[in-house]
């Protein structure tokens, strides 16, 4: 072998592993919005996750991918340790569909067989995906593109590495050198030690069926290695759950279990029935076709043998990963899960909610103090303004660090809207603190409004509280119609707190109220106001994300020019709804 072709080998590896590398990253991006839908719906059972698992992985070509967004699912307690286990053996029968494509450089024959081989249709896969990339401006497009043009440079990269070392096959060390290979122990420890420097059994796989061009490989030799392939690659997940919750290292620990018992039971059986029955095969020459042949048929076996014991692989992991007494709370934000992005967007969302629901019922709590006060009422509206602000530092700072990672231009608008929304629902909870304090105040100095004003307040919590509902609703359920209504209701909030103050002013100076309550009622409407004043930011961004919009503010201004008849008609429902009550005095 010349030196020339140690150089050329060289140069096809890393034109294959960085051709699998923008190819997987680029189906990543592509699926993402449909992978969070798909792994929203959880399976419930090891049949419907190893299913699941199998679909996901099939889609973005990478069991690592699958089982590090796996850990990251059960470490931020959105999935179950149970639910995993059938998710990563699915995982493992997924990413056997590379194999397959990968045996395409195999091809060989005549006439319409050339349409198979890698040298007839991968220069035209290239030059489409170039054409794509270079003359599009739509991004699912150009995702397309990278997913052309990365199975181009891997089929590339695979067909210039089987070239370079076609010549091994000639040299007599190298033949003994793999024969050593045969050796089921040996075989699986070069097989792991390997999948674990390159972190991707993948590519480990693509490298053997490379190799297997030579000639000089043997399935007895193929079979370990494989094994060993699948135990490697379990050392991404292993390291990606450091840190992590227990439940989510036991989800890496399933990983490794799996693949571990499955080459201690089906290797040696393997061997077995080849001693009893003589496997003609196993002496033949493997190449790449064969070798997907095998790689598929062993984790099949593998996932049947240990598939209707996922609970005991459940209930071993426990036993090794033992619980601490001190171990920390779930996060339930993970960055494992920036994986893919649009899948970590998701859960901040779903984070986000939580946060919803808080703001929320503080914000009811806080109205009902109003009427009923109450110390231990008082402290958890102020407990809940604290978990708020403890929502927004989390998710603020998830969000800014999830900006960095390689987002669509859907979720990045998604995500800057999401960034406003959050700052928006920790203010409502901070004039829910406000009411409540002022609550606090009207209880310890005895005051009460008067009769007029108890009415006219009622009207503008009625309001306001419908105003939150509304925004919370359209942010919930992403709901247009909800949406639209709070700008308008927003306005007439505004109406109605300058009507109340100014009905006060006029009581004031009739001798019909005191100052002191006035200042009372004043915090009051100015906080009501200000709730209103973030629904409508709220709902607004609901807008802005559905129709993929960032003009918030010329909408708002569009709209109360009074040139949309819609918001025209939803402002005087309101404002009949909401009309205060006839003057007593």
């Known amino acids: 072998m010349r030196f020339t072709d140690i150089l050329t080998l060289f140069g096809g590896l890393a034109l294959f592993l960085y051709g699998m590398s923008l190819m997987g990253s680029a189906l990543e991006k592509r699926a993402g919005r449909k992978l969070k839908s798909i792994l929203s719906r959880l399976a419930s059972n090891p049949l419907g996750g190893f299913l699941l698992g199998a679909l996901v992985t099939g889609i973005i070509q990478s069991s690592c991918a699958t089982t590090v967004m796996v850990v990251g699912f059960v470490n931020s307690g959105i999935m179950t340790l149970n639910q995993s286990a059938g998710i990563i053996i699915g995982a493992n029968v997924g990413t056997a569909i590379t194999s ?28 489409i995906g170039v054409c794509l990339h270079m003359f599009t401006k ?14 181009s440079v891997l089929m590339f990269g695979m067909e210039t590495m089987s070239a370079s070392v076609k010549p091994l096959g000639e040299l007599d060390g190298f033949k003994n050198l793999l024969t050593m290979f045969s050796n089921p122990f040996l075989g699986v420890l070069v097989g792991m030690l390997f999948t674990m420097a390159i972190q991707s059994s993948s590519a480990s796989v693509g490298i053997i069926q490379a190799l297997s061009m030579t000639g000089a490989i043997h399935y007895s030799s193929v079979l370990p290695i494989l094994f060993g392939f699948n135990i490697g690659t379990c050392i991404t997940s292993i390291i990606s759950a450091s840190g992590a919750s227990a439940d989510a290292k036991r989800a890496s620990m399933i990983h490794l279990v799996f693949n571990i018992i499955s080459a201690a039971v089906i290797l040696p059986l393997a061997y077995a029935l080849h001693a009893l029955i003589d496997f003609s095969f196993m002496e033949k020459a493997a190449n790449p076709f064969g070798i997907a042949m095998v790689h598929s048929v062993c984790k099949l076996a593998s ?11 459940v209930a071993l992991s426990k036993l090794i990963i033992r619980d601490k007494a001190d171990s920390p709370e779930k996060q339930m934000l993970d960055e494992r899960l920036f994986i893919n992005p649009s899948v970590a967007l998701e859960q901040a969302f779903k984070v986000a909610l939580t ?22 009422g008082a402290d958890k509206v102020s407990e809940d303004e604290k978990r708020a ?3 927004e530092d989390m998710l603020g700072t998830y969000l800014v660090k999830l900006s960095e990672q390689n987002l669509s ?36 100095k005895q005051l009460h409004f008067s009769e007029q004003a108890t009415g006219e307040l009622m009207v503008v919590l009625g309001a306001v509280g419908e105003a939150v509902r509304l925004a919370l609703t359209s942010f919930r359920n992403n709901d247009i119609l909800c949406a639209a209504q709070v700008e308008p209701l927003e306005q007439v909030v505004d109406v109605l707190q300058k ?19 006035g200042f009372v009622l004043t915090d009051l409407l100015t906080d009501l106001e200000r709730v209103s004043d973030h629904c409508s930011n709220v709902a607004g961004c609901v807008i802005e994300t559905h129709f993929n919009s960032m003009d918030m503010h010329s909408y708002l201004n569009e709209v109360k020019s009074g040139s949309d008849e819609a918001f025209n008609e939803r402002y005087r429902f309101f404002s009949s709804v909401y009309a205060l009550p006839e003057k007593a005095y």
Not at 303 to 313: G, K, V
Not at 355 to 376: C, G, K, P, Q, T
Not at 428 to 436: G, K, L, P, Q, T
Request: proline share 2%; with cysteine; charged share 25%.
């Open 499 to 517: 009507q109340v103050r100014a009905r006060h002013i006029e009581r004031l100076t009739k001798g019909l109220c005191s100052i002191e309550q």
């Open 355 to 376: 946060m919803s629901d808080v703001v929320s019922e503080s914000f009811s709590r806080a109205i009902s103090l109003l009427d009923h006060y109450s110390d231990s």
């Open 389 to 391: 602000d403890a929502f």
């Open 303 to 313: 996932a049947a043998l240990l598939l209707p014991f996922s609970n005991q692989l």
């Open 409 to 444: 231009n859907e979720d990045s608008h998604e995500l800057s809207e999401l960034l406003h929304m959050i700052g928006d629902l920790e203010r409502i909870s901070d004039h829910a603190e406000n009411i409540a304090s002022s609550a606090r105040e009207m209880h310890e």
């Open 100 to 127: 397959w494509i990968l045996s395409l450089a195999g091809v060989e024959g005549s006439g319409w067989v050339t349409l198979f081989k890698p040298s007839t249709f991968t220069p035209v896969i290239a030059l």
């Open 138 to 151: 739509k991004e699912r497009r150009k995702d397309t593109a990278g997913i052309l043009l990365g199975f």
